[in-house]
């Protein structure tokens, strides 16, 4: 992290922000140093230092401490050696707090300091507004016509990292329905009418529930996102303020059958203290990942600290203070809560709990690990990243152990199991002293071997794992991009290296030997370095280890040209069976003159180049720039704010448009400050 992101963040924990607000603020950093956009920090609020724990699930309590029923868990398998070397390691690594009180303890430590100021029972919260909306379909006079039914036909699928280890996002289709979330409002549309079946949204006087992203799986319909209760609070402890409206952040997920899409079902609900962090679907399995900040004020009751794990099937219930994982020296501080559950049944929500914060979370079939940053006594160029381990067992989550390894993490793609070992690569330090490594660690997250000092003075800009072979992308002057041997997991070895002007930041595997990379060529900064110039797509063919070679490129857009792909992997979209490629492109010169966005498709052909296929493009407009686009059959859907638009996938030519109207509803009635005299 670099001065003015550190400086950013201090700031940001000295004022009393709410949960999901702050969480915000230090995404729209992380997405400043990917893009290089200026980050503007607009969301303000009040809440004190931050504590991180995930809720352990064996363990808990609902409402006057009657303990629940176990968590469900997946058929037995017999127990060998290995998992009995789980366990030692579980027994030895992890700690849990004793009680309440040595809870209260630590929180204390980390919240009073002469830089804070902390309002005995008040939590004063100033929210900036928010938009709701209402729908109408509109369908363009000139094709009234309908889409041909395609619920038999191929449709896209959501770019995950893991095959059958599902990821949520704004919108899915099953081939004939697309499910898809905007403006707080889930919607269920009719792909071959293009027309609104149903649509979710709710608001209330002290409610709000923002939906972030979904899942589709058979006749279920699961939404996830953040639900913010608001009660009175009417302690004075400054005489300005009183009767505020304090909200409380949680996040929620909402199964719904959607057997009748023109009437969803709700059928079951489960909330996390804590804003939404990610997660994922393995099966009929969802796996939660929460983080609750919090803070610690004399007099503070024990329902205020600790987390709250609620459920329409079993209640709502405290996760007890001796459940909660405790690592000492934790740089963070937040309650960090991992749940499982069922989609298909009854069957009590399973959840673990640790005092600590996350920063990347990958997911295999099996295990589910999550990394914390340590900055060792504030030194950021020496820093390490804690890796833990979840075992997933049907809808049981366990946790393993935990390990640790040298420097900062990319991004998600970089970590992989494969064969029960976890690959990590990561970088270390800044400027010239940066350096890379590769690491492979066991089953129990012990170093089985690592790789140091890959290109010294540079750091990673994109990793994928792919079997036994690992490609690396780092970045200073010239982009080199590493083939690594991984074949013996004590023994890994740099095959090959391709150095070539400019660098990618997502590599995507086209086949097993052929290897996608999206990123910037470069230019000189007049300063003997280096700047991005525009966007620029390759072929790389990794059939030969040792010499890999880029086969053909492509540049896309002039100067400034930018896109999400860089570092949201889901906005991909790919048509396999026609080979095609493509993803969202923002347009941008010196001038500002002729700027556009863009949604541009290519085809691949490995005989020959990237070529054009057809491009959608319209003046730039946060309304209506395209965050997604997906087809069914033959017929190309671009996803915006506002509108849904459906084109032949072979003419590009425009078929119908859904018209989705914004509506502003103010915040007024949610948030109230008087002022005494």
Do not use: W
């Not at 923002?210 to 913010?228: A, C, F, H, M, W």
Request: hydrophobic share 30%; charged share 25%.
């Amino acid at each position: 992290m670099n001065n003015n992101q550190e400086k950013y963040r201090n700031a940001i924990n000295q004022i009393h922000a709410s949960d999901e607000l702050k969480e915000k603020t230090i995404q729209k950093m992380k997405e400043k140093r990917k893009e290089n956009k200026v980050v503007y920090l607009k969301y303000l609020s009040a809440c004190a230092m931050f504590v991180v724990a995930i809720g352990v699930g064996s363990l808990y309590y609902q409402k006057g401490n009657t303990k629940i029923a176990e968590c469900p868990v997946a058929p037995v398998i017999p127990t060998d050696n290995t998992a009995q070397t789980q366990m030692v390691a579980l027994n030895k690594d992890l700690q849990r707090f004793e009680s309440i009180e040595e809870l209260r303890s630590v929180l204390k430590e980390n919240t009073y300091s002469k830089n804070n100021v902390i309002y005995e029972g008040l939590d004063v919260v100033m929210a900036e507004s928010e938009t709701a909306t209402n729908t109408k379909s509109s369908l363009n006079s000139d094709k009234q016509e309908s889409i041909r039914d395609l619920s038999s036909e191929d449709y896209s699928k959501t770019n995950v990292q893991v095959e059958n280890v599902d990821e949520a996002d704004i919108v899915k289709t099953d081939g004939e329905y697309i499910y898809y979330i905007t403006q707080n409002t889930a919607y269920i549309i009719k792909a071959n009418d293009l027309e609104i079946v149903s649509s979710k949204y709710i608001y209330g006087d002290k409610e709000r529930f923002s939906p972030q992203e979904l899942y589709i799986n058979k006749d279920r319909l699961i939404v996830i996102g953040t639900y913010n209760t608001y009660e009175e609070n009417e302690n004075i402890v400054k005489k300005r303020y009183s009767n505020f409206l304090n909200p409380k952040t949680m996040t929620q997920a909402i199964v719904y059958d959607i057997s009748n899409k023109a009437n969803p079902e709700e059928i079951r609900t489960v909330r996390l203290d804590g804003y939404y962090k990610d997660s994922r679907m393995i099966g009929e399995n969802i796996y939660l990942i929460s983080s609750k900040n919090a803070y610690y004020y004399d007099g503070i009751k024990e329902n205020e600290i600790l987390p709250l794990v609620y459920d329409t099937k079993t209640g709502e219930r405290i996760i007890s203070a001796t459940d909660i994982a405790y690592f000492p020296n934790t740089n963070s501080f937040s309650f960090m809560t991992v749940a499982g559950f069922d989609i298909n049944n009854d069957n009590v929500v399973c959840t673990e709990t640790f005092f600590g914060a996350s920063d990347e979370i990958y997911a295999s079939k099996n295990n589910i690990y999550i990394t914390q940053i340590n900055y060792n006594n504030y030194d950021y160029r020496n820093s390490t990243n804690t890796i833990y381990k979840f075992k997933l067992n049907g809808s049981k989550i366990e946790m393993l152990c935990k390990g640790e390894v040298k420097g900062n993490l990319n991004n998600q793609f970089s970590m992989d199991e494969y064969e029960g070992n976890l690959r990590i690569a990561t970088t270390s330090g800044y400027d010239d002293e940066a350096t890379n490594q590769l690491y492979i660690l066991d089953e129990n997250l012990k170093e089985l071997s690592k790789i140091e000092n890959i290109a010294v003075g540079e750091k990673i800009y994109a990793v994928r794992f792919i079997g036994k072979i690992g490609y690396v992308v780092t970045f200073e002057q010239i982009d080199p991009l590493f083939v690594i041997d991984l074949s013996d997991p004590r023994n890994p070895t740099i095959k090959g290296e391709l150095k070539i002007p400019g660098y990618s930041s997502y590599l995507h595997p086209y086949d097993e030997t052929h290897i996608i990379g999206i990123g910037y060529n470069t230019k000189s900064n007049g300063y003997g370095g280096v700047t991005n110039a525009n966007m620029k797509m390759s072929m790389f063919d990794v059939s030969d280890l040792e010499n890999p070679r880029e086969m053909f490129s492509v540049d896309i857009g002039e100067e400034y040209a930018s896109s999400s792909i860089m570092y949201n992997h889901k906005v991909l979209f790919e048509n396999k069976a026609q080979n095609l490629i493509g993803f969202p492109v923002t347009y941008r010169n010196h001038s500002a003159v002729n700027d556009k966005d863009a949604f541009v498709i290519y085809h691949i052909n490995l005989e020959n180049v990237f070529e054009k296929y057809g491009e959608i493009t319209q003046k730039i407009d946060y309304r209506t720039n395209i965050d997604r686009a997906i087809y069914i059959g033959n017929t190309l859907y671009t996803l915006s704010s506002t509108e849904i638009k459906a084109y032949s996938l072979e003419t590009f030519e425009h078929i119908k448009t859904l018209e989705i109207e914004e509506k502003d509803i103010y915040m007024e009635d949610i948030y109230v400050t008087k002022t005494i005299d």
